[in-house]
C-alpha cells in the first residue's frame, strides 16, 4: 500500500493486470470483465447485458462501462503491448481493443488510467486525443544511483559480489548495460550461473547496440543443458504454465525432468517469473531461448493428407503426437498444444471466457505451429455455443481471421465461412456475411454437399432479407427447403418454412404466410423443438395481428414468451414481447402494453432493441408520459444508428429510427435534442422513412409501420405529423 522512496501512501481502489505474455491476455474482452470485476455485482450484472448487445458498438460498451467508474483511481495496465502492434503500420492488429482504447481516449471524465508498456508505440493511439496522454520514454534506461541499487538488491546474501562491488564498478556496470533492467537482470544471472567470471572481466564484452539481447544470450549460454531445455520449453508455451507443463513437453528429451527445482534456480537468478504457482519468461528471453530451436518445414502436402485421414480422431490427439516429436519448434508447439488438449475444465463448467483458457492456449499454438485444421476444431467446439452466446462476436470474427485460407479440409473451410456470416450478420454487417456465405456456397456446391449448401442457402435467405430483398430472400429459402427435403434435414425444413413465413407477410400476403407458418409450428411439435416452437408461435402472433385479429395475436405472442421463459431464451422473450405489447396497444390496453415493453427491455442479448425502444416511446407517449417517452424514442435512434453505420440498407432500422424521430417532434420539449428543434427532427424522420422506402416498400413493411405511425397520430394535437404519412405509403420508383 506504499509508494517506493518514501512517496507516500498508493491510494488505488481497483488494478487490472493484463499481459500478452501473461495467463490474461490484453484484449478488449479481458478489459471489460476485469474492469467489471471491480464494480457493484448490480452494476457488472447490467454491463453484462450491455457487452452481450451484438447491436452496441465497442467504443459504446467501453463508455458505459467507464460511466461506472465517476470517481476514484483504477489502474488498467496493459503490459508487454508491442506484440499487439504491426511493426510496419505501427498500428493495433486488434481492431476491438483499438476502438475501445479510443473510446476510453475520447469520452467524459472517468476514473480509469491505463498504463501501457511497449517496445512500439501505438501509432494510432498516439494521434487520438494527444492531450490526454503521457509518454513516458524508457530508452536511457536507469539512472544512478536507481540502476546501482537494482543490481545489489538482487545479490540479496552478496554470493555474486555485486553488493560489495565499489561504486565506481557498478557504475560502469549501468554504462555497459545502459541501465535497462532486463539487461541488470542478465548480468546477475551470468555472474550466478558462472562462478569463476567476475565483473570486472564480463564487463570487458564488447555489448552491440542490442545490448539486452547480447546479455540475455550470453546469460542463457552459460546454463546447464536442462536448464536451457527448461527455459525453451517456458518460451514454447509463451504464457505462464505450472512445472506439470514444463515435464509433459520435455518428457521424451528428458524422461527423468523435475522441473521444479530448476524453475525455482531459474526464478532465483532472475532467468524466469512467477506468477501464483505458474512460470513464464521475459520477452527478451523468450525469443532469444525459442530462436534457438530447430525449425521445422511448414505443413506440408503430405502432413496435411495425413491429418485430414486422422480428422475423425479424438480432439485431444493432435498430430504432432501422430507423427514425432522432436525437439523442433513444430514438434514442442504441438506437443505444447496436447498438454492444454488434456487440461480442459469440464464442460459443465464452461461459464465465461477464462474457462475456456485451455482451449484458448491450444489454438493458438495449433496456429503458431502451423496446423490450422486442428486449430479451427478447437475453435469450432466453443465458437456458437459459447463465444458467440456470451456477446463475444469480434473475437470470434478474428479467432476464425486467423485460421481462414489456411485450412486443407473442406468441411472446416465451410465451417469457417459460416461462423464469419453468423458472426458479421449478428453484429449488423450484412454485407460482409453476405460475402462469407456466398463463399461457403461455392464451396459446397463444387463438393456436392447438400447439407453445408442448405445452410449456406438459408443464411443467404435471411441476409437478404435484411437488407429489404423480399422477393431474393424467398428464392433462396426456396432452394434450401428443397434440400431439406432431399436430406431429410427435419429441423432445417421447420426454419425455411418459417422463413418463407416471415417473407409473405412482409409482402403483405397474410394467407400464406399462415399457412407456411402452421406447417412450421407443426414440425417444430414434432420435432420436439422448443425454441423453434416459440417462434413460430411468435411469427403466427405477427401476422395475426397485421390482419387485425387481436385476439389470435395475444393468444400466440403468450404463448411464445411463456415457452422463452421456460427456455430462459432472451430473443424468443424480447420478440414475443414486442408482439404482445403491441397488440395490447392496438387493443388500447395501455397499461398492460407499457408492463410488457418495459420487461422486453430487461431482457440480455436484445436482438433488434431499437423495435422495443420505439415502442416503449409509443405507449408511453399514448399514456401521456412524454419525458419517459422523450427517452426511449432518443434511446431508440441511438440503437438504430449504431446498426446503421456498419448496414445503411437495414430498412427496420430505419423504420424504427423514423418513427422515434417523429414521436420526438410532438413530445412537449422545452429544450432541442441534440442540438435539433422540431423542424430538423421530422425532416430527418422524413429522409429516414424515404431511404427506408427505397430498400423495403413490401406491402406488408408499410402496413406494420403505418400502424405504429397512427398510434402517434392519435397524440399529434398541433398536427406536426401531416404529410408524413404519404412518406411512408410512397410507392417505388422501379419495382
Known amino acids: 500500500g506504499e509508494l517506493p522512496d518514501d512517496l507516500g501512501e498508493m491510494k488505488v481502489d481497483g488494478i487490472v493486470y493484463l499481459s500478452e505474455t501473461g495467463s490474461h491476455r490484453v484484449n478488449f474482452a479481458n478489459v471489460f470483465a476485469d474492469l467489471s470485476k471491480l464494480l457493484p455485482k448490480e452494476d457488472a450484472e447490467r454491463l453484462e447485458g450491455i457487452y452481450k448487445n451484438p447491436q452496441t458498438s465497442t467504443g459504446d460498451k467501453m463508455r458505459a462501462l467507464l460511466d461506472a467508474f465517476p470517481s476514484g483511481r483504477v489502474i488498467l495496465l496493459l503490459d508487454n503491448f508491442e506484440t499487439l502492434i504491426d511493426p510496419e503500420s505501427l498500428s493495433l492488429r486488434d481492431s476491438e481493443l483499438s476502438e475501445a482504447l479510443n473510446a476510453l481516449l475520447s469520452g467524459q471524465h472517468h476514473a480509469v488510467k491505463v498504463v501501457i ?86 564487463l570487458e564484452i564488447s555489448l552491440p547496440e542490442e545490448v539486452v539481447q547480447k546479455l540475455v544470450g550470453e ?85 496435411a493428407k495425413d ?68 486449430a479451427c476444431n478447437v475453435l469450432r467446439n466453443i465458437d456458437y455455443d459459447y463465444l458467440r452466446l456470451w456477446g463475444h462476436y469480434h473475437l470470434v470474427i478474428n479467432l476464425h481471421l486467423r485460421v481462414k485460407n489456411k485450412l486443407f479440409d473442406k468441411g472446416l473451410v465451410m465451417g469457417n465461412m459460416n461462423m464469419l456470416g453468423v458472426a458479421n450478420q449478428r453484429i449488423g454487417l450484412i454485407k460482409e456475411a453476405l460475402l462469407y456465405f456466398e463463399s461457403g456456397l461455392r464451396v459446397a456446391q463444387e463438393l456436392k454437399n447438400r447439407r453445408w449448401e442448405e445452410v449456406f442457402l438459408g443464411n443467404l435467405g435471411s441476409s437478404y432479407n435484411y437488407l429489404g430483398h423480399a422477393h431474393k430472400s424467398i428464392e433462396y429459402y426456396d432452394k434450401a427447403l428443397i434440400v431439406d427435403r432431399e436430406v431429410g434435414d427435419h429441423h432445417g425444413e421447420g426454419t425455411d418454412l418459417s422463413n418463407l413465413g416471415e417473407q409473405h407477410k412482409i409482402l403483405g400476403e397474410y394467407d400464406k404466410a399462415i399457412d407456411f407458418y402452421n406447417q412450421a409450428l407443426q414440425n417444430a411439435r414434432e420435432t420436439g423443438n422448443k425454441y423453434g416452437e416459440g417462434k413460430r408461435l411468435d411469427g403466427l402472433a405477427n401476422v395475426w395481428l397485421e390482419k387485425g385479429d387481436l385476439q389470435n395475436a395475444i393468444k ?26 403491441k397488440a395490447l396497444l392496438f387493443f388500447n390496453k395501455l397499461k398492460d402494453a407499457l408492463q410488457v415493453v418495459q420487461d422486453a427491455g430487461k431482457y440480455e442479448q436484445p436482438h433488434f432493441i431499437f423495435n422495443v425502444s420505439t415502442l416503449h416511446g409509443i405507449i408511453a407517449l399514448r399514456q401521456g408520459e412524454r419525458e419517459t417517452a422523450q427517452e426511449a424514442f432518443a434511446k431508440s435512434i441511438a440503437q438504430a444508428d449504431e446498426i446503421l453505420v456498419k448496414t445503411p440498407e437495414y430498412y427496420s432500422a430505419l423504420d424504427a429510427k423514423g418513427l422515434a424521430l417523429s414521436g ?63 412518406v411512408i405509403e410512397a410507392k417505388p420508383l422501379v419495382e
Not at 546501482?148 to 565499489?166: C, I, T, Y
Not at 517456458?234 to 512445472?243: D, K, M, Q, T
Not at 530448476?262 to 520477452?283: D, K, S
Request: glycine content about 4%.
Open 307 to 374: 491429418a485430414k485421414k486422422n480428422k475423425k480422431e479424438s480432439l485431444h490427439s493432435s498430430r504432432a503426437s501422430r507423427l514425432t516429436n522432436a525437439f523442433t519448434q513444430h514438434d514442442l508447439l504441438n506437443r505444447a498444444a496436447d498438454y492444454f488438449a488434456q487440461a480442459r475444465k469440464p464442460r459443465a463448467e464452461w461459464k465465461k471466457l477464462d474457462d475456456l483458457a485451455a482451449q484458448l492456449a491450444e489454438f493458438e499454438l495449433r496456429c503458431e505451429a502451423g496446423d490450422h485444421d486442428t
Open 664 to 726: 420526438l417532434t410532438i413530445c412537449d420539449l422545452r429544450l432541442p435534442i441534440e442540438g435539433r428543434g422540431r423542424d430538423e427532427l421530422l425532416s430527418e424522420a422524413i429522409e429516414t422513412f424515404k431511404k427506408a422506402r427505397k430498400i423495403a416498400p413490401h406491402a406488408g413493411v408499410v402496413k406494420s409501420v403505418l400502424r405504429l405511425f397512427d398510434e402517434l397520430v392519435k397524440c399529434d394535437e398541433e398536427g406536426l405529423l401531416k404529410g408524413v404519412r404519404e
Open 556 to 581: 400466440n405472442s403468450q404463448e411464445s414468451l411463456r415457452i422463452g421463459q421456460e427456455m430462459n431464451s432472451p430473443e424468443v422473450c424480447i420478440e414475443s414481447s414486442n408482439t404482445l405489447a
Open 117 to 202: 508498456t511497449t517496445r512500439i508505440a501505438p501509432r494510432d493511439l498516439a494521434i487520438s486525443e494527444p492531450g490526454r496522454q503521457h509518454h513516458l520514454s524508457l530508452d536511457e534506461g536507469l539512472e544512478s544511483p536507481y540502476a546501482e541499487n537494482v543490481l545489489r538488491e538482487m545479490d540479496a546474501d552478496g554470493r555474486v559480489g555485486l553488493k560489495s562491488a565499489p561504486d565506481a564498478l557498478l557504475n560502469k556496470a549501468r554504462e555497459k548495460t545502459r541501465g535497462y533492467p532486463r539487461a541488470l537482470e542478465a548480468l546477475y544471472a551470468i555472474l550466478s550461473v558462472d562462478r569463476y567470471t567476475t565483473l570486472e572481466e564480463l
Open 219 to 303: 546469460a542463457f549460454n552459460r546454463l546447464d543443458p536442462n536448464a536451457q531445455k527448461v527455459m525453451q520449453a517456458l518460451a514454447v508455451y509463451n504464457r505462464p504454465v505450472s512445472p506439470a507443463a514444463i515435464d509433459y513437453l520435455l518428457q521424451p528429451h528428458l524422461p527423468s525432468i523435475d522441473s521444479a527445482l530448476v524453475l525455482n534456480r531459474l526464478v532465483n537468478m532472475h532467468f524466469a517469473r512467477r506468477e501464483a504457482g505458474r512460470y513464464y519468461l521475459h520477452p527478451a528471453d523468450k525469443e532469444y531461448a525459442f530462436s534457438i530451436i530447430p525449425v521445422e518445414k511448414e505443413l506440408t502436402a503430405k502432413t
